[in-house]
């Protein structure tokens, strides 16, 4: 008879729980009194150490590979209550001399607060605690605080050791709130930086060049690891502390699609992917009177959908406010950002890998949203970096253009979409010039073509441009061209660059049918992210010349013309309309 339940059984009753929870209680209320005391400082990101040497790195990995299918979903706690306390300690800066606190710093950790269940190690059991798994944090801070020569203040060990972490290395340190604390100081100021990879647990301490201490940065001795027993798998449902299952129902891993503005291309990729287990959320499901906005998705039935709708709304409604006021790239920023913080509570704890939108990628990000999971990414327009350099190439065209301006992000959001894109799995999209960017990882979608067919002359006489008439859409371009070959041309879009934009040339006004008497499609643009008239145009059979940068490959009959290069536009348009007119040649 196997008589180890039965003694864990002894060892675990309301007595002894009781006799801890008095002890917890003690320890909490003396701390509590000497940090009234003296209180450990609370230390800032200042951004002055940022980008500064590196003085030691630790890693771990997050997930266990001996869990089991009963008790992985304590593992998934542990790292998403990892992703909350690594957003109170990232980026903080430590002057010299001043103490560094695990508490002061990531505070009570409560379900308030975002926490979840986790694992915990109790007396000789993982234990399904609220924040359970935050040593894990603690472990690699003092692991990296060894190797940059740090002096220890206060550590404690942990009383068990678990296969495969820093404790087979007498390099762990446990926290308790609020009264087993970690603290560490260094003569020079120092910055800590946590990152969580799909698969690991990254701690970075930068500042001022480490002074050698070898006996300090050589690994200890191994310790001899505990066999633990974790409550969902131990089999001792009799123990006092064994959780009822009945209580909360364990899911299986799953993935979370992260949808927003409905593309056709999309909707389609999506339908051959999702499955029963996965989880779809976005701000607005989209029916009856709600059905003209964005999200329009038509998802499998079994399909369980998550709605962050009072954050859609409210994105609407500040939208059509604020968008005659502010810059709309930037207004678009910020209520993405909102969107994006409401949209990440409803991700699940046991989500694996996510499916995201680009427009909400670098908020979840800069969030630690997608730490510890993969991911890939429905892309629909180039890297903030790469729209930043594509605008100022035409800016330097075009200096005098009042618009080529507008569309700036925030450093910090270039990098944060910097590096999720790096970190992504697969991108998905449509967009040619974007696919060939992640050509080694991208998933190619085709561009859905309009199932009804767009009337056209069968010869016309006019150009059309089918966009506004703004710097990066390359209406100079075609202007120019209007000018020099006498075009008439139809604009389609409102906007403008300036009110005398079109004054030295002949503008056609735009009909029911834009396409009607149309000769040539011109699109010279710099930026396109959804080229859904080129699509229209391309189903009317109509030729277009454009640039790589509209997302469409070419064929017989889409020609592409590098982007900026007006006199390659000039030829290529002066070809068309002598082969589709039967010219001998264009004035």
Same mark, same amino acid.
């Given at each position: 008879m196997d008589i180890k339940p039965l003694l864990l059984a002894e060892k675990h009753n309301a007595i002894a729980e009781a006799k801890f929870w008095f002890k917890t209680f003690w320890f909490t209320q003396k701390r509590r009194l000497n940090n009234m005391i003296s209180p450990p400082p609370r230390h800032v990101n200042t951004g002055m150490l940022k980008g500064t040497e590196v003085l030691s790195v630790s890693e771990s990995d997050l997930w266990n590979r001996d869990d089991n299918a009963q008790n992985w979903v304590l593992t998934a706690g542990k790292i998403e209550n990892l992703r909350v306390a690594s957003r109170t300690i990232h980026g903080i800066e430590v002057p010299a001399g001043e103490v560094f606190s695990f508490w002061r710093h990531v505070g009570r950790p409560h379900k308030g607060a975002g926490y979840v269940v986790g694992r915990e190690i109790r007396e000789g059991c993982i234990v399904p605690t609220v924040a359970g798994g935050l040593c894990q944090l603690s472990n690699a801070l003092y692991d990296a605080a060894l190797k940059a020569n740090f002096t220890i203040v206060e550590r404690h060990r942990h009383t068990k050791v678990i296969k495969g972490s820093l404790a087979e290395l007498d390099r762990d340190a446990t926290v308790k709130w609020n009264y087993v604390d970690l603290r560490f100081k260094a003569h020079h100021a120092f910055r800590i930086e946590v990152e969580l990879t799909s698969d690991r647990l990254v701690v970075r301490i930068l500042g001022a060049p480490k002074q050698s201490n070898a006996e300090l940065g050589e690994i200890g001795t191994p310790m001899v690891t505990s066999i633990l027993n974790d409550c969902y798998s131990c089999g001792n449902t009799a123990c006092f502390k064994h959780p009822n299952r009945s209580a909360h129902e364990l899911e299986a891993a799953m993935t979370t699609y992260v949808l927003d503005g409905y593309w056709p291309e999309y909707d389609i990729y999506l339908k051959s992917v999702v499955s029963a287990p996965d989880r779809v959320v976005i701000p607005i499901k989209g029916t009856g009177l709600l059905r003209p906005f964005k999200n329009r998705w038509s998802l499998p039935v079994h399909t369980r959908v998550k709605t962050s709708a009072w954050a859609g709304l409210k994105r609407m409604l500040l939208f059509r406010l604020w968008r005659s006021r502010k810059n709309v790239f930037e207004l678009h920023l910020y209520l993405d950002a909102n969107l994006a913080m409401a949209i990440a509570k409803h991700i699940p704890v046991e989500c694996t890998h996510l499916v995201v939108v680009q427009h909400l990628l670098p908020f979840l990000w800069k969030e630690g949203v997608l730490g510890g999971r993969t991911f890939d990414v429905l892309m629909s327009r180039l890297p903030m970096e790469r729209l930043h350099e594509r605008l100022d190439f035409a800016k330097g065209l075009y200096p005098d253009s009042p618009t080529l301006t507008d569309f700036r992000a925030p450093q910090d959001l270039i990098e944060a979409e910097s590096k999720a894109l790096t970190q992504a799995r697969r991108i998905i999209t449509p967009h040619e010039e974007i696919a060939d960017l992640f050509a080694n990882k991208c998933i190619r979608l085709e561009w859905c073509l309009p199932t009804k067919k767009a009337?056209? /002359?069968? *010869? $016309?006489?006019?150009? +059309?441009?089918?966009?506004? /008439? +703004? &710097? @990066?859409? $390359?209406?100079? #371009?075609? @202007? @120019?061209?209007? #000018? #020099?070959? $006498?075009?008439? *041309? *139809? *604009?389609? &879009?409102k906007a403008i660059e300036k009110s005398d934009f079109w004054e030295r040339v002949t503008v056609a006004p735009s009909g029911i049918d834009p396409f009607a008497d149309i000769a040539l499609v011109v699109y010279p643009t710099y930026i396109e992210h959804q080229p859904r008239l080129l699509l229209k145009a391309v189903a009317a059979g109509l030729p277009i010349i454009t640039t790589p940068a509209s997302g469409l490959a070419a064929n017989e009959q889409v020609s592409l013309v590098p982007i900026g290069d007006y006199e390659a536009l000039k030829m290529a348009v002066k070809e068309k309309l002598i082969r589709s007119n039967g010219l001998d040649r264009v004035d």
């Open positions: 009337t056209s /002359a069968l *010869v $016309g006489s006019k150009i +059309l441009f089918p966009a506004s /008439a +703004l &710097g @990066r859409k $390359g209406a100079y #371009e075609l @202007r @120019r061209l209007a #000018e #020099e070959l $006498g075009l008439s *041309v *139809v *604009v389609v &879009g």
